[in-house]
C-alpha cells in the first residue's frame, strides 16, 4: 500500500470519530470539502473555511475529559439542520443550564452525554451536554435536561 497523506488520514480519522457519536450522515455534513482538522490528538479541533476568503470557522473540538467531539454553535446549526439531537424549548432567553420545565419536545435518541442542540422556533439558542435522556425531558418537570456550554446572548 501506498502511504496516505498526514492531513488526510488526520480528515478521515476525525470524519470516523465523528460518524460513531453523531452517525455517518451527520460526520459526512460536518467534514465536508472545506472542512479540515488541526492539532494532535486529544486536543483536535474543527474548522471550516469560509468561502470567498471570509475567514473560517470552529465547529467543534475534542474534548480529552469526555473523549467526544464537543460542539460550538456553528457546529450545533449543522446538526440541527439535520434534526438530530435537538431539544425544543419555549421561547425565554437563555440564562444557564436549561431545566426540563423549559422543554417542550426532544429527540428521543437523546442520551445521558450527548451533545445537546438547544433549538427555539427553528434557530439554535444553544448547546450542550444532556443530563437526561430525552424522553426524560419531555415527562419530568424537574431537574437540568442539558448543561449548556454556548448560549446566545440576549
Known amino acids: 500500500m501506498e502511504p496516505v497523506d498526514y ?31 488541526v492539532g494532535r490528538f486529544p486536543y483536535w479541533k474543527i474548522f471550516r473555511d469560509m468561502p470567498n476568503g471570509g475567514g473560517r470557522i470552529q465547529l467543534g473540538m475534542m474534548s480529552p475529559e469526555r473523549g467526544m467531539f464537543s460542539l460550538t454553535m456553528d457546529g450545533a446549526r449543522i446538526l440541527a ?8 424549548i419555549q421561547d425565554f432567553p437563555l440564562k444557564g443550564s436549561l431545566f426540563a420545565v423549559g422543554v417542550e419536545k426532544a429527540d428521543p435518541s437523546l442520551r445521558i452525554g450527548d451533545e445537546a442542540v438547544i433549538v427555539c422556533n427553528g434557530d439554535v ?7 437526561m435522556c430525552g424522553r426524560e425531558m419531555e415527562q419530568l418537570k424537574r431537574g437540568i435536561a442539558v448543561k449548556t456550554r454556548h448560549k446566545l446572548e440576549g
Do not use: C, H
Open 7 to 37: 492531513m488526510i488520514d488526520r480528515k478521515e480519522t476525525i470524519r470516523s470519530a465523528l460518524g460513531f457519536q453523531f452517525g455517518r450522515d451527520v460526520a459526512d455534513a460536518i467534514m465536508d470539502g472545506s472542512t479540515y482538522g
Open 81 to 88: 439542520g439535520m434534526g438530530r439531537n435537538t431539544v425544543q
Open 125 to 131: 439558542r444553544g448547546v450542550g451536554v444532556a443530563a
